[in-house]
């Protein structure tokens, strides 16, 4: 199996972000530092200071904005907080200023917050497919739809995870899993490694059913 010379995932907490968008890519890198120590994953958030996420659970981020550490990809999970976050200056500013060999990922509806941000136009891009029961009221509308409205230059995808180059977007709650392995993909991982990987976290299966459903697309 191939080592690379370390990969640091920096993941996004925020008030009131979906737990398995963020705690999905993170377990899967917890697995893989296992077989390769130099890989890492880290919580970041506005400040350092306790964030309480879905359902009450609170995390303690270990960067804060300012302490700008050095990453190799930025995830934004999704979740009911991601509505506040579409306007959040500090994040956006944050993003900005992210050196461009570092990936924009997100998983569910953190894809709207680089839409809000015009980052997705010209690009392929997913997000969630299957509503709530709000969202599927009269009252709401599907994520995937949402995201349509929020940045309609972009080629709406509804393929589970969508590569189109810098930004890498992954589709429903779930799909933090797919993201994680197509991160170590990105790292430079190969298919050995990420399948003993997904072995480990007894998830076989349902990876050999995944890891097709990808689309690559480049900027149009």
Known sequence: MNMINGFRLG??????AEVVDYAAPYGVFSVARRFDPSLEAFLISD??????????????????????????????????????????????????????NCLLTSVCTGSWIYGHMGLLD??????????????????????????????????ISRARL?????????????????????????AGYDEMFIADVARTMEYSAAYEGYKHDIEYHSAR
């Open 162 to 186: 969508v590569d189109s180059g810098r930004i890498v977007t992954a589709g429903g709650i779930a799909s933090g899993m797919e993201m994680g392995f197509h991160l170590l993909r990105r």
């Open 47 to 100: 400040a350092m200071r306790p964030v309480q996420t879905q359902a009450g659970l609170t995390v303690l981020p270990n960067y804060a904005f300012q302490d700008a550490p050095h990453m190799n990809a930025f995830l934004i999970p999704g979740g009911f907080g991601t509505r506040q976050e579409m306007y959040n200056g500090r994040l956006h500013d944050y993003i900005e200023q992210l050196p461009d």
């Open 11 to 16: 993941i996004y907490v925020f008030k009131d």
């Open 122 to 155: 010209g690009l392929a891009a997913t997000n969630r497919k299957e509503p709530d029961r709000l969202e599927a009221s009269h009252m709401g509308k599907v994520p995937i739809d949402r995201l349509a409205e929020i940045a309609p230059a972009c080629l």
